[in-house]
Each structure stands twice: as C-alpha cells, then as structure tokens.
Nanobody, 121 residues
C-alpha cells in the first residue's frame, strides 16, 4: 500500500523558514517523480515544486523560485521542501504527491493527507 505522510511545524512567522518532510512507503521510491502541491484557503490546487526520480531535475512555480528548495533522499524514501522567506500568502495545506512515472508527462497518482502551514505574526 502506497503511503505518503507529511510533517512539519505548522505556524511560522513571516520571513521565517520551515522544512516539510514526506515519508514515503509501499513503492519503489527511487523510480518515481515526486512533488509538493498546495491549496490555499478558498483557492485551487497549485504546483509548488517537483523533482525527478533521481533528483537531477527540479521544477519550481515562479513565486517559489529562490525561496523554496526541493530535495529527496532515495536511500531513506524521503522527500523534503525547504521553505525560506515565507510570506502570509504561502499559507496553505501542503501535499506530498507521487507521480506515476519518473518526471514530467506523468500524472499524480497518490497524495498525502497534507500538512497545514500558516504564515502569520
């Protein structure tokens, strides 16, 4: 059974950092592309970042470039999202997502349950 479990501190002040962690299990982690998707209150889903199966290619949404860094440790079946210079508009539920293949062109076929990140003073 595929499982994606996100974790990370929920409340952070504007300008602060936060690291999200996703523990993956139930599939061969190293051969699948992974990513983070978020949903802000009252808004639709938004791609945040993605990473190729071997970690050699990454994608960031324009508003996250330079602030967020995605990484993975295939030996630990772990996905990370380092978020810096957080803004109130980054407040959202962040979901860990698994693609049905190595990189772009493959749909997301599994989601975690999400972790709420609130950026507020």
């Amino acid at each position: 059974e595929v499982q994606l479990v996100e974790s990370g501190v929920g409340l952070v002040q504007p300008g602060g950092p936060l690291r999200l962690f996703c523990a993956a299990s139930g599939f061969r982690f190293s051969v699948y592309g992974m990513g983070w998707v978020r949903q802000a209150p009252g808004k639709g889903l938004e791609w945040v970042s993605a990473i190729r199966c071997h970690g050699g290619n990454t994608y960031y949404a324009e508003s996250m470039k330079g602030r967020f860094t995605i990484s993975r440790d295939n030996a630990k079946n772990a996905l990370y999202l380092q978020m810096n210079s957080l803004k109130p508009e980054d407040t959202a539920v962040y979901y860990c997502a698994k693609r049905d293949g190595a990189w772009y062109g493959y749909a997301i076929n599994y989601w975690g349950e999400g972790t709420l990140v609130t950026v507020s003073s």
